[in-house]
């Protein structure tokens, strides 16, 4: 169990959850396992801060096209649920990388991976994200506040973070979010997202944008956790926990439709002008 970070005052209050992201089993079948739901307060599949802040995962949405999608959905102090979601109105949402566990010489490669997808996370959610350079940062349970960007994505060794990845791990992923109310109103919005990547086990995944076993929709799903996306019970879709022969290349249709819930066509947040970074320490 996670604990609580954070302070408590008039005006808002925080909150925190991690979504879990894809891990795999490098077997001859390339057959993928998934880790248990992790939360910062962890209770049966959903999570309640000392203050009252709940967080669940919503019902998978089903759509004719037989993709779905599913949110990570916060009840607020009024009772009322919304979407963790990042405010899309926001300039840009910046992002680092630190590739630090992968050899030099497919550094480059992986970056350009890496933009890449940021790329197509924009065509989906209709976002800027903004590249701000390379970093040695590695997410843990302790200091997302700290980091050097809204996001990082990190290839380095699972022995460096304290997230529960295993041996058999490609990747974790998720975001912090922060919640509020007073006569300022009330409401959440994502602040801090991250991927990590272990380094060893993605190197042996193909390179490129396709179909299947692929660095890139290893990093697509993580950045989809980092969105605001949970898992979906749905093969066709890149937010299934497992990754298989059969992944689809890049977002799905119930993939892209969760993005545009969570994307710019949602609308803006307005975050109080109380509520600044040095809060979340």
């Not at 944008?209 to 996306?229: D, P």
């Amino acid at each position: 169990m996670h604990r609580e970070q954070g302070r408590r005052s008039a005006w808002f209050r925080l909150a925190f959850a991690v979504l879990v992201a894809a891990v795999a089993v490098l077997s001859p079948k390339f057959a993928f396992t998934d880790l248990p739901e992790h939360t910062v307060i962890s209770n049966a599949g959903s999570t309640t801060s000392s203050d009252g802040d709940q967080y669940s995962a919503g019902a998978t949405v089903k759509l004719a096209s037989t993709g779905a999608y599913q949110l990570m959905n916060v009840t607020l102090n009024s009772g009322k649920t919304v979407a963790a979601r990042w405010n899309p109105c926001q300039t840009a949402i910046t992002y680092e990388v630190n590739l630090s566990g992968l050899p030099k010489k497919k550094r480059a490669a992986m970056l350009k991976t890496i933009k890449a997808s940021f790329t197509r996370l924009h065509a989906a959610t209709g976002m800027t994200y903004r590249y701000t350079g390379t970093t040695t940062f590695v997410p843990t349970q302790e200091n997302l506040a700290q980091q050097p960007a809204e996001i990082v994505v990190a290839a380095v060794a699972r022995s460096l973070t304290d997230f529960p990845m295993t041996s058999r791990s490609l990747g974790y992923g998720g975001v912090l979010w922060s919640s509020w109310y007073g006569s300022q109103g009330e409401g959440a919005a994502v602040m801090r997202g991250y991927v990590v990547l272990e380094a060893n086990a993605i190197q042996k995944l193909k390179t490129g944008f396709g179909k299947g076993l692929r660095q890139s929709n290893v990093i697509l799903h993580e950045l989809g956790h980092a969105s605001g996306l949970e898992h979906v019970s749905s093969r066709k879709e890149q937010m299934y926990p497992t990754l298989t022969s059969a992944s689809p290349s890049g977002y799905a249709a119930g993939d892209l439709a969760g993005l545009a819930k969570l994307g710019k066509k949602a609308g803006c947040i307005t975050v109080p002008s109380t509520l600044s970074l040095h809060d979340l320490s």
